[in-house]
């Protein structure tokens, strides 16, 4: 996804959706929604996962292979260690 396509209407209204779709689950610790666009252009969420995937390229096996996690922190310029650290500062404080 370039940036302009990124920082587009669609984009922001789908990321508004889904900030929406995490306050309706109470939402306390990182979660990924998947989302997918139809043939005709638009967007929809379709899969809420509150236990995000974060298979990363540390296994030998997996050298070439990331997690959707891991790619969307990567996209607005996080490292891996990034990603890691932010979800550890969210962490749900008693």
């Known amino acids: 996804m370039t940036s302009t396509h990124l920082n587009s209407e669609q984009i922001k209204k789908l990321c508004l959706q889904c900030e929406t ?4 689950v109470n939402a306390k610790a990182p979660i990924r929604i998947d989302c997918r666009q139809n043939s005709e252009g638009h967007y929809y969420l379709f899969d809420l996962n509150m236990k995000p ?8 096996h997996r050298a070439d292979q990331d997690s959707l996690t891991a790619l ?3 996209k ?3 490292s ?5 650290l932010n979800m550890l500062y969210q962490r749900w404080k008693k």
């Open 80 to 84: 891996f260690d990034d990603l890691i």
């Open 21 to 24: 779709a995490a306050q309706l």
């Open 76 to 78: 607005i310029g996080w």
């Open 53 to 60: 995937n974060m298979t990363g390229t540390s296994r030998l």
């Open 72 to 74: 969307a922190a990567r």
